[in-house]
């Protein structure tokens, strides 16, 4: 790995677990000023909202498989159809200049880890499926099939949360910023850090 002075956090989360809300009120802290978050490229539509160069690079398919060929890629992944991709060049120049957050799933965050040895995973875990279908439900994004869908891919994610550095609950928005604020802003180590996701949870989740 590169040496750089900065340091480079992956957090991840299932579909609905709240990573995208909770990145945002850490970039409203003033503790962030030196923090940058990398944007993925995707080759999905864009939904009401979503602003370019902000929430994605919104990409042709074409375009999005050319890149592939040419292996900009640190890691891509099809997600329910439509292409993700964290491009080499979005990592290089951000984590050169700031402290750097990527928001991956756990196959992202793993081909992130074996590029940069020294990446702090954190994955944030759902208090329950039914808190994670209820949330899926009020953001009014999917069909109940493809809530269906995402919530048996969920149970595929929190198994994989073994591989990370950090588990941090999220049965409480302000809590689980509390503990996020620790790792990005505190440094706490993930020895020190008091999860408050048990085993016995994980173990209920994925069952």
């Known amino acids: ?32 000023a030196n923090f940058e978050k990398s ?13 370019e160069g902000k929430d994605y690079y ?41 402290n750097l957050i990527l928001e991956l799933d756990w196959q992202g965050a793993y081909a992130v880890k074996e590029l940069f040895d020294d990446a702090k995973l954190i994955f944030l875990v759902p208090p329950s499926l039914d808190d994670l279908k209820q949330r899926l439900i009020k953001r009014n994004l999917d069909s109940s099939e493809a809530i269906e869908n995402r919530l048996s891919e969920a149970k595929k994610e929190i198994s994989k949360s073994e591989m990370y550095d950090y588990l941090v609950l999220n049965d409480d928005f302000d809590k689980a910023f509390e503990d996020l604020s620790q790792i990005l802003f505190e440094g706490i180590s993930p020895i020190d850090f008091n999860s408050r996701a048990s085993k016995d949870l994980i173990k209920r989740l994925v069952e």
Do not use: C, W
């Open 1 to 32: 790995m590169p040496e750089n002075l900065h340091k480079l956090f992956v957090i991840s989360s299932p579909s609905g677990g709240g990573k995208t809300s909770l990145i945002n009120k850490l970039f409203e802290d003033s503790r962030s």
């Open 58 to 98: 919104f990409l042709s398919e074409k375009d999005f498989k050319d890149k592939i060929k040419k292996e900009e890629y640190v890691e891509y992944a099809t997600v329910f159809g439509n292409f993700y991709g964290t491009s080499k060049e979005e990592i290089k120049t951000k984590y050169n200049n700031s």
């Open 39 to 51: 944007i993925s490229d995707t080759s999905r539509q864009k939904r009401q909202g979503d602003l």
